[in-house]
């Protein structure tokens, strides 16, 4: 049975003060996660859909904290069977 892992990202898709993360991402995916999970293992990237890219005060934390928890239910929801911060 094949199993559905979500990767919870902890930034949105442009993150403005790290160009070019999304090679990071995929250079994990490709040497890390793919090498460790069965061949039939569903590894989903989606990143937040607001964060403040700074955990400066326990209100911003709070605030990606938030949307870190949310998208995890959200995948719960969809079927997923782990996630990955």
Known sequence: ??????????????????????????????????????????????HLNKSTYMVMSPYLEMINNIEVVKGIIDAEKEGFDAAII
């Open 1 to 46: 049975m094949a199993i559905k892992i979500f990767w919870q990202d902890i930034f949105t898709e442009d993150v403005p003060i790290i160009p070019g993360m999304d090679k990071v991402y995929k250079e994990l995916e490709d040497h890390v996660f793919k090498k460790v999970a069965r061949k039939d293992t569903q590894i989903e990237l989606r």
